[in-house]
């Protein structure tokens, strides 16, 4: 299983710019905004805050953007609503998580939030 220290060991393989937010967390600053890591055993959470979600009327536009997005447009994670957030998520299992498929996913979430903000730009509040 990887530990915690190898996870440390992906982010200074990226060469990103990473803190370091606790004991299991980190967060790399990205131009499309920060994604969170947390390392929760079995699993790893990256985690990225889009926008807030806006008001009732926009609503149904913005979630059917979203799953249109989850279906065409990502390799890895899936966008999703967390209280008043919309958010993009991805999870990898520990047991047998290797470099290359972190990278991978670190790289969609952030690629994605890059490519899909003018997209979901009609949609942020004021």
């Not at 530990?3 to 393989?13: H, M």
């Not at 990473?18 to 959470?45: F, R």
């Not at 979203?66 to 279906?71: P, T």
């Amino acid at each position: 299983m990887v530990t915690r220290e190898d996870v440390e060991s992906f982010l200074l393989r990226m060469e990103e710019a990473v803190e370091d937010v606790g004991p299991a967390m980190w967060v790399l600053a990205d131009d499309a905004g920060p994604l969170v890591i947390h390392y929760s055993p079995p699993l790893l959470l990256l985690r990225a805050k889009v926008m807030a979600v806006p008001e009732e009327t926009r609503c149904a536009d913005l979630f059917r953007t979203l799953l249109e997005l989850n279906a065409t447009d990502l390799v890895h994670g899936a966008y999703g609503i967390e209280g008043a957030d919309v958010i993009l998520s991805d999870t990898l299992e520990l047991e047998h998580l290797e470099f290359n498929t972190f990278q991978a996913a670190v790289d969609s979430i952030q690629i994605s939030l890059a490519s899909h903000l003018e997209r979901l730009a009609p949609f942020r509040e004021c």
